[in-house]
């Protein structure tokens, strides 16, 4: 061994992978089951509406009386079981390695999550639920101070921290499995430890299909309730007739504005418009606070704060038992959560992406949070101008702020001053937010339909384009069928499936969760591999401390660092890999030289894998005392890398036996955690 390491030891050429081209492969399995049932649905409802219209009434119905318990159950669980993994050991977990750090800044992050929050949907409800809820609240007498006080509340409810406990759920989900755990970018990632390989098979297909189809739903929900609300703003401001033709129109535009983002690559300008419209939204209720009753709404917004805090654990749990409210649930909370759950796959995914390298901790607590201080400010600003405006009087205002198309809010904005101005600059806001919602959904459904093969790929333009036009379709067929109503029933529907899918969810998160904090606890009681393989090969103490010393600061370049791991670190591990094989685990070595330079040690346990690489990073050289140590600005490390991430050691400079002896206290540590399993 020892002449080995003497002798000189020609670099062995890094494997380089051929390049990428092309889109991801589609899951074919997945897309024709999502797409085939999409197109049934569509198909009924232009064939016979009246049938179709009767039989979603039904189906509803007996979710409400059968399931209307779960989802209220469902929601409370995801909301304790979010904030227990923020406050526990748990949050201190990365969504990425342990090495990563955030790709954004705190306010970069802050202000993306801030903008997540706002939509049309928030501007349609903004009126429509707290003045709805005055006038016939759940229980109690209508037009009271006390439902005046509930009726904000309630709003605040169904778009409070229930729902982004469900987004965040699933962004955390979502997140660890493809940043940590390197699993590929999908919901059925989130329950391979529950189901193992199965996943790989009919089971996940079933799991993304529910995905898709709640998606697609929700997203249609959401452009529902878009076209109408936009096509009465259209009849304010030109007097464009509200009905199905102006509404199929504004769908069409929809389905144009993705087909153009998808192939001519202007998702940038897109973006910008969305960046734009969150300091429109903002100008808005900012109109309406100063213009308006200022003091009588900063004292409702702290008002409506304390009363969501004081009542939150009552209302997350009431399913109103010994009350005749099916109607109302149905109408109101159901729906809500269906849709909140609908929409999980959607948002979470945006989550996770813009999330990566931050703590559990620090991500439960921002979307929790951030994205609710946008919703409290809106709905309670409009909200409460609008419980206003109906207790000082005014009733044929009532009568229009109740109706399921919006024409309320627009006729709340001109009582203001400036009253063209407002209302066009309201449609404009919602039009935006309604052309990116529509885009960034065809998107995200495409993702869910393609083997995306690293968590910044997306899927070829012609599904972005499919399910643009498929979401633009079915969401003119259920208007027909019903308006929001029936989109709102729908939604109930199609989202029980993917509930049940949260839940596994949160199994296959926590049981993962565990997993790791055995592998952390089995390694803390492991031999250090200070005492192994730090300390140099010599019996000599004085030239021991030396040698290690010289070796804490020879600071190499990255072509040194290269050649060292090619000729010294590399052999080591193949050693390590035949005496693995030859015991009977099965165990490989690859090489890489492209964007990261690094050799890893795996064995091809899929369950639980064992990895061991050591990988070229650029540091910069270490100051004392304001100098620098060496003439260079910047040096290369050959850091250490495991399955949870970066250890923050360097093994530049280790002899190949040290290496063998580093890479066997780390394979002893796995073998401690196995034990545990």
């Not at 390197?182 to 079933?206: D, E, I």
């Not at 627009?410 to 990116?436: C, E, N």
């Not at 009977?584 to 890489?592: D, I, L, P, R």
């Not at 894998?609 to 990073?617: A, E, I, S, T, W």
């Amino acid at each position: 061994m020892t002449q080995q390491q003497e002798a000189p030891v020609d670099p062995i050429e890094p494997v380089t992978p051929p390049a990428r081209t092309g889109r991801p492969p589609v899951k074919w399995p997945v897309f024709i089951t999502s797409f085939a049932g999409i197109l049934a649905v569509t198909i009924w409802a232009v064939a016979a509406p009246v049938n179709a219209e009767a039989v979603i009434g039904t189906v509803v119905g007996w979710i409400t009386v059968g399931f209307g318990w779960f989802y209220i159950l469902l929601a409370t669980v995801i909301v304790g079981f979010v904030i227990f993994l923020a406050v526990s050991r748990y949050g201190r977990i990365r969504l990425g390695p342990d090495h990563s750090r955030p790709e954004f800044s705190t306010f970069a992050w802050a202000s993306m999550l801030f903008a997540a929050g706002i939509g049309t949907d928030v501007m349609f409800y903004s009126v429509i639920e707290p003045v709805s809820q005055y006038m016939t609240p759940p229980v109690g007498a209508g037009e009271t101070v006390e439902a005046a006080r509930d009726a904000t509340v309630w709003t605040l409810f169904h778009y409070g921290v229930t729902g982004w406990s469900m987004y965040a759920l699933m962004g955390m989900a979502l997140g660890y499995f493809s940043y940590r755990l390197n699993q590929p970018l999908a919901v059925r990632s989130a329950l391979r430890p529950v189901f193992g390989t199965k996943v790989n098979g009919a089971l996940g297909h079933a799991v993304d299909t529910a995905a898709v189809l709640g998606t697609i739903f929700g997203v249609a929900t959401s452009l529902g309730i878009g076209v109408v609300f936009l096509n009465v703003g259209l009849n304010v401001i030109f007097g464009v007739p509200v009905g199905v033709a102006a509404q199929s129109a504004l769908a069409i535009l929809a389905v144009a504005v993705a087909a153009i983002s998808a192939t001519t690559g202007v998702d940038k300008g897109i973006r910008f418009l969305s960046q734009l419209n969150v300091i429109l939204a903002l100008v808005l209720a900012g109109w309406v606070l100063v213009t308006g009753k200022t003091s009588f709404l900063l004292n409702a917004i702290v008002m409506n704060v304390g009363d969501f805090v004081e009542t939150f654990l009552d209302r997350t749990l009431q399913t109103f038992a010994y009350t005749d409210t099916l109607e109302w649930m149905s109408l109101w909370t159901l729906f809500f959560w269906a849709w909140w759950v609908a929409w999980a796959s959607f948002v979470g995914l945006f989550l996770a992406r813009i999330s990566r390298g931050r703590t559990i901790r620090q991500f439960v607590l921002g979307t929790m949070v951030i994205p609710f201080s946008y919703i409290v400010m809106w709905v309670s600003i409009f909200g409460n101008a609008a419980i206003e405006r109906v207790r000082s009087g005014d009733a044929s205002f009532a009568e229009a702020a109740v109706e399921f198309d919006g024409r309320g809010f627009y006729d709340l904005l001109q009582s203001y001053p400036l009253p063209g101005i407002v209302v066009f600059v309201s449609v404009l806001v919602g039009l935006l937010f309604y052309v990116t919602s529509a885009d960034s959904g065809a998107l995200v459904m495409g993702n869910l339909c393609s083997k995306l093969r690293d968590v910044q790929e997306d899927c070829a333009p012609w599904q972005r384009i499919v399910w643009a036009s498929a979401t633009g379709f079915l969401t003119v067929a259920m208007l027909l069928v019903g308006g929001i109503l029936a989109l709102q029933y729908a939604t109930i529907i199609m989202g029980l499936p993917f509930a049940f899918v949260l839940v596994l969810v949160m199994f296959g998160l926590f049981k993962s969760l565990r997993r790791e904090g055995r592998r952390a606890e089995t390694g803390s009681r492991s031999l250090s591999t200070v005492l192994s393989a730090r300390a140099p090969e010599s019996h000599d103490a004085r030239g021991t401390w030396r040698v290690r010393l010289a070796r804490a600061t020879n600071f190499v370049t990255r072509e040194a660092a290269t050649d060292y791991l090619h000729r010294v670190v590399e052999p080591a591990l193949q050693e390590v890999a035949e005496e693995l094989c030859d015991r009977e685990v099965a165990t490989s070595v690859t090489a890489m030289t492209d964007q990261e330079t690094f050799v890893e040690l795996r064995t091809t346990d899929t369950e639980n894998p064992f990895l061991y690489r050591v990988q070229v990073k650029i540091s910069p050289v270490p100051t004392y005392g304001g100098r620098m140590i060496g003439d260079r600005d910047t040096y290369a490390r050959l850091e250490v890398h495991l399955v949870g991430g970066g250890q923050d050691y360097d093994v530049m400079g280790y002899t190949a036996n040290q290496v063998i002896h580093d890479c066997l206290d780390q394979y002893e540590r796995h073998l401690e955690f196995l034990r545990g399993e």
